[in-house]
């Protein structure tokens, strides 16, 4: 377990990261770490947070103004704290700084993560890398504000409590985290469930295009570059897609993916009960959860879904 005051002794400088296309967990955990650390270690002189652009919606969370979203300045920090992310990669421009860090700690519930930090922190079995982090810190000491980022991050990772992951021990922390006077109603309903308009277009241009395969116990959908352009559409906004794809009556695996670049694909993948997604991933290079997880993948649509489904099949007739 990492002891959070004893990691930030004597240190004068220290940042946050999180992973490339963060979402509300990535968010969560880290601006809650964020809001924690400025409000109680106040030793702690320089504390930047560097994520990729994020959801407008996001902007809810206190302190989210002063993220850092580029990386073009060279720097040493005492201590890098690397959240929600499963390698190095995953962390994007932010690498640099693992790199050059006097020390890191890595916290993360990502099951094909192996440890790239001096410290690792990684227990598959969580809900999400912002109940971890709510573990490591002392909960009379945690402000509303902190409470309101790690509550986004828990209620994304788990479907607002729906998925297999929301344990007993999740419920009772989003209880707690409520108990701060939150208003968890409106966090859920701004940041996970409503849309945009072109975020409504594109779901519904991916709904209507979908395909099942498979004895129809997966479903695929994708969209091209060209696609994203006519809708005006940015990798922002195809979050969720992939999740209502999988609850079609009797599909075990949902894939959705989106051309990002000349014959390369960014692809999504979940499942219900039968498939471990994240070995398939893994298989690409990619990686994540054993019912959530992505890679990216070179060759044409029809390669793409070929390669993949060959291993989903293995899996679906073991």
């Known amino acids: ?33 964020y809001l924690y650390i400025k409000e109680n270690f106040p030793g702690v002189e320089v504390l930047d947070v560097y994520l990729e652009e994020f959801s407008e919606s996001f902007r809810i969370i206190e302190g989210t103004d002063s993220v850092r979203h580029s990386c073009g300045e060279d720097r040493v920090y005492d201590v890098l704290f690397c959240l929600d992310a499963g390698d190095a990669q995953r962390l994007g421009g932010a690498e640099k700084y693992l790199k050059t860090a006097k020390r890191s700690v890595c916290i993360d519930h990502h099951i094909s993560n192996r440890g790239y930090a001096d410290e690792n922190m990684i227990v598959p079995e969580a809900s999400s890398t912002s109940e971890l982090v709510y573990g490591l810190l002392e909960p009379q000491k945690i402000t509303k504000a902190a409470a309101e980022a790690l509550y986004m991050g828990i209620a994304h990772d788990t479907g607002v409590f729906r998925y297999s ?51 129809k116990r997966c479903i695929i959908s994708g969209l091209r570059k060209k696609d994203m352009d006519f809708y005006g559409a940015s990798p922002m906004d195809l979050e969720g897609i992939v999740s209502q794809m999988k609850n079609t009556e009797g599909v075990e695996v949902a894939i959705f993916l989106y051309e990002s670049n000349i014959q390369e694909y960014k692809v999504s993948m979940r499942s219900n009960e ?35 489904t060959l291993h989903i099949e293995r899996q679906l007739d073991a």
């Open 274 to 308: 039968r498939v471990d997604v994240s070995a398939v991933a893994s298989y690409f290079g990619g990686g994540g959860h054993v019912r959530a997880a992505g890679c990216t993948m070179q060759g044409s649509f029809h390669d793409v879904i070929n390669n993949l």
């Open 1 to 33: 377990m990492i002891n959070l005051a004893s990691e930030l002794k004597d240190v004068k400088s220290a940042a946050i990261a999180g992973h490339i296309r963060p979402d509300g967990d990535c968010v969560g955990s880290c601006m809650g770490l």
């Open 165 to 215: 992951c929301a344990s007993p021990e999740t419920m009772r922390i989003a209880g707690e985290l409520m108990a701060k006077g939150i208003d968890s109603s409106k966090l859920v309903e701004k940041t996970f469930y409503q849309k945009t308009y072109v975020q409504n277009q594109i779901l519904a241009r991916a709904l209507l295009e979908s395909i099942l395969i498979l004895d």
